[in-house]
């Protein structure tokens, strides 16, 4: 097995190529704030766009004045109510709302077993 070499993994001193210095790249929501987008707003557009008739949802889908979030969001509900799926809505709401708390009931039954010359006999 070769040896690893610790010394190509190092940085140099000053100016490295492999240092990020621009820190992680920015996510989706903080780069929508910059264009004047909140969380807020963000949840309020699904929320209204779930509201619209099939006709609203096709009118916003098509036309090129409305953003991408709301041309998304649009396309995404008209493909699930064509297919009669309610996959994308599903997914809009838990990201708009949250996710609703689940709960699971685990119920404690006793289990025996008995250790006879070293097998185990349940």
């Known amino acids: 097995m070769p040896k690893y070499d610790i010394t190509q993994h190092k940085f140099k001193k000053g100016f ?5 210095t621009n820190g992680a790249p920015r996510k989706l929501i903080s780069s929508l704030s ?19 008739t099939k006709a609203e949802l096709q009118s916003i889908a098509s036309d090129e004045n409305f953003t991408m979030l709301e041309r998304l969001i649009a396309n995404a509900v008209i493909k699930d109510f064509s297919k009669g799926s309610l996959w994308n809505f599903e997914i809009i709401l838990n990201r708009a709302i949250g996710k609703p708390k689940e709960t699971k009931e685990i119920q404690n039954e006793k289990i025996e077993f008995v250790i006879v010359q070293g097998k185990t006999i349940l």
Do not use: F, H, V, W
């Open 16 to 20: 490295d190529p492999k240092r990020n």
């Open 34 to 52: 910059e264009l004047g987008y909140t969380n807020r707003q963000i949840s309020d557009t699904m929320l209204n766009i779930l509201a619209l």
